[in-house]
Structure formats: C-alpha cells, structure tokens
C-alpha cells in the first residue's frame, strides 16, 4: 500500500514558536521610557522648586490666620510678603494710600484702596466692626495668595 502524500493521517501538530519575551523591549520603548522619566523628573523639580519659591506666602496666611495675632499687625504680615516677593526699594517705602494701590495692582484687585480693605492701615488705631474685619482677613488672604511676583510695582 502507497501512501498517499494528502492523507490526513501525515499531518503533525504545529509546532509554535517561544512567546516573544516582554524584557529586553525595543530601543524605541526604551527611548520613550527615557523620555517620559526625564519629563517627570523635570514637572517634579518644577513643582518643588514653586513650592519653595511660595514658602513666604504659607508663612504669611498660616500667620494671618492665627488666632493670636491681632489685626492691628495684618498690614505688617503683608509687608513682609510682599518684602519676599519684590526688592526692599519697590516696597518698604510704601505706606498710606501708596501702600494701598500697591496691593490692588500686585494682585489684580480692587479691594485695597476703594474696597473693603481701605482701612487696613488705621485699623490699629480704630476699632473695626466684626463684619468689617472678616472682609479684610478676606481681603488680605486673597492678596497673599493672588498676588504675582512678575508685575513691576
């Protein structure tokens, strides 16, 4: 008897070739994990070093908040902010309605000098009413944390 080279009976099973190993990958992917670990590195010192640059303000609203401190001493904490954030010749001569227009511009704002807070300054030799002092806390607390160190006084 011939075989016949069709028959079913000469078929083998296939042999299959070994799965193709996840390690070592591709130079392309280990270019683009390079890529992606530098970019996270990169947002990361970013983020810490804002973080650092931003010390004085967490400083100055930890302050502000305070029980302890009195409002009388509120102008002071701004000054020192703002102290941290400008040379001392932008802003250590500044005092009265200056002071004020300073704070407006620095921050975007209007609350200083026609605002709510326009009695930041004389609120150490005048009492203020409760309400009054709640909108200046709110006011000052904006500033600290709205104002941009890039806009010249």
Do not use: N
């Amino acid at each position: 008897m011939k075989e016949d080279p069709a028959s079913l009976d000469r078929l083998h099973d296939l042999v299959l070739p070994p799965p193709v190993p996840w390690w070592p990958p591709a130079p392309g992917w280990m270019i683009l994990l390079a890529v992606l670990a530098v970019l996270c590195l990169m947002f990361l010192v970013s983020r810490f070093m804002r973080w650092q640059a931003d010390r004085y303000r967490r400083e100055a609203l930890a302050l502000l908040d305070d029980p302890a401190t009195p409002p009388a001493e509120w102008s002071a904490i701004l000054k020192r902010a703002a102290l941290a954030a400008w040379p001392r010749e932008q802003t250590a001569h500044l005092t009265g309605k200056d002071w004020l227009a300073f704070l407006d511009r620095t921050a975007g704002m209007d609350l200083f000098l026609k605002g709510p807070a326009r009695h930041l300054e004389s609120i150490a030799f005048a009492p203020a009413g409760q309400a009054d002092l709640v909108r200046l806390k709110t006011a000052a607390r904006e500033w600290i944390i709205r104002h941009r160190k890039e806009v010249a006084p």
